[in-house]
């Protein structure tokens, strides 16, 4: 099992790189194929409509398919699309390229949650927690690598490239341990007696009910994530003073405090309870990151950001975790489901930011990414009222 979870843990990081390349790329495609800023924003678009097929597709399809079999295929695929993206020669390669890229995103994003934690049984906080925290540091990473490489003179294709190879050598480094790892998909009679201990207990209770809710307070929390990623750089600089590089770092303070606040997570969470760090974290977060908003020097901003990724960073895994103690028989559905839900917050909140910016102001605007954390933090206390232990389970049920 630790083989099988160390596995997905660098799956993950490398996923978290691959994630975040167009950020720094971009520009270098708008020159390459003189790109007007709409036929820019359409690749990201694009990406994010892979993604949402993706998670629909999965959504049907992924508790009936062995989990680290989809992982191994989604993970080379997306590897070969990152190629893609960077030996193409026209737009319209590249459109479609970067569409493949976001369904296998998806994919693997949504297969690896779930065989961790089909991996660990009721107790899936700590290992999902340490998962994201692998994704975290891939994000934080990616930039600062793809910056490097063009400064060194490659070209923002070369970059993609790199990753789509380094893809393929971590399944050839591997490819030892895939025996192990395929056979570490076949579902033990675990899940079974915990569903049925789960049945048994609950009279009248609707873990559905319980899904839906966590999925919109992960779709808050998305829109606070994205939205704190996609403008607090223009924030900075333009309504507080800030440097570009300092702008910069922001982004870097907020993603190493959401690293930490995983890593403290998966320390915690067994003896304080997902729910409740679920919860205490989001209104910690909204508070760290109103304050940020509000803070005239732009220095004690990006510390206030940085405390916003600490206490919330957990945010994602937490749901994932307490999801699949209420329904641990559809793992798959359930991440696919709750990431669906999650997308839309993501494709909503640049765009809402940027238009309550045009309208009002862009303090006022900035306040929706903290703000939508308090819509995170009572969705949470309603799971966790509806959350209770049962004797002799290890895990937790529906209260009716």
Known sequence: M????FTNQLAMLLYGVSAVLI?????????QFELSLTAAGLIGT????????????VLLLADRFSRPATILISFALL???????GTADRYLTLAVAFAASGLFIRIVDVMLNAHTGDLTPGDSGKALSALHMFYSIGAFAGPMVARALMRSGMSWAGVYVVVGVLYFAALFATVGFFRGYLASGRRSPQPRRTAEAHRQAVTGGRPIVVIAVLSFVLFFYAMHQIGVVAWLPYYLESGRGASSDLASVSLSAYWVGIIGGRFAAARVVARVGAERILCAGAFGGAVAASAGVLMPAAAAAVGCFALAGLASGATIPLAYSVGYRALPERTGS?????SLVMLGGKVLSPWLVGALADRVTLVFAMMLPALVLLASGALGVVVLRKMRPVSGFRGVAIAP
Do not use: H, K, S
């Open 79 to 85: 590897g070969a699309t990152l190629i893609a993206i």
């Open 2 to 5: 630790r083989t099988a979870l």
């Open 334 to 338: 359930v991440t696919a489901w709750m």
């Open 46 to 57: 694009l990406q994010n409509a892979g993604g949402v097929a993706g998670a629909v597709g």
């Open 23 to 31: 950020g720094p790329t971009l520009p270098g495609m708008i020159a």
